[in-house]
């Protein structure tokens, strides 16, 4: 089948085939702090010294690891396919963007961005970040913080996203898990314009995995290069 605009909406399990770490293990935890202290506005009010160190690890980290197999036939589905393909991520490293992606969303902020909370820049960062470390715009210190959204804080793109769910004909959703929204509601939009195929590739059924009108489980790697060949051969 030939599609026009596809939407592909992806989450940890895609970036975890790649040796980045999930968000949230079964204790709550990430990296072995408590969500509330790394991850919301409290805890970095709280202590920003440690979120601050948090982050600057994380941002290490991303350096150490390469797109995978899935990123890169994403990446050669944007650039073959005829009609239009949009990345929305949820995670927040730059794995799409070295896979050869262009055209992504990253609706829960990037590691290797930094937010001023004076001036309200974003600004790319590649290195540490400090509570001493002035903002580049507007010389403000303390200022910056992670371009990250946080549990409580509303996600990036969400006008634009929903403009691009009622016009799919093809969503297809990677290695999430259906539970954190509003992701998770993606699939419900738009099927309600009832109009558009939905497919989820996981590992396993996801808690949305019955909203979906098909689902693949396998590793990310070995499906998406498979689903990239059929969407290519179609059109």
């Not at 005829?82 to 949820?90: C, D, E, R």
Request: net charge negative; proline share 4%.
């Amino acid at each position: 089948m030939r599609y026009e605009n596809i939407i592909i909406l992806t989450g940890a399990g895609i970036s975890a085939e790649s040796g980045v770490k999930t968000f949230r293990d079964s204790g709550g935890l990430w990296e072995d702090h408590r969500i509330e202290d790394v991850a919301t506005p409290e805890g970095f009010y709280n202590n920003p010294d440690l979120v601050q160190h948090f982050y600057n690890l994380r941002r290490a980290h991303i350096k150490t690891v390469e797109p995978n197999r899935a990123h890169k036939a994403l990446a050669r589905l944007e650039d073959q396919h005829a009609g239009s393909v949009t990345i929305i991520t949820q995670n927040v490293d730059d794995l799409h963007e070295r896979g050869g992606s262009t055209s992504v969303l990253h609706m829960h902020g990037e590691l290797k961005r930094v937010r001023c909370t004076n001036c309200l820049a974003r600004v790319s960062w590649q290195n540490d970040c400090s509570q001493q470390t002035a903002c580049p715009n507007c010389k403000s210190a303390p200022a910056l913080r992670p371009d990250i959204v946080w549990f409580g804080e509303m996600p990036f793109y969400m006008d634009e996203i929903a403009a691009l769910l009622s016009n799919a004909d093809l969503f297809v959703s990677i290695g999430t898990s259906g539970n954190v929204y509003p992701a998770a509601g993606f699939v419900a939009e738009v099927a309600a314009h009832g109009r558009a195929h939905t497919l989820e590739i996981n590992l396993e059924a996801s808690e949305g995995a019955t909203l979906f009108s098909e689902c693949r489980h396998g590793k990310a790697g070995d499906l998406v290069p498979k689903l990239v060949d059929e969407i290519l051969m179609g059109q």
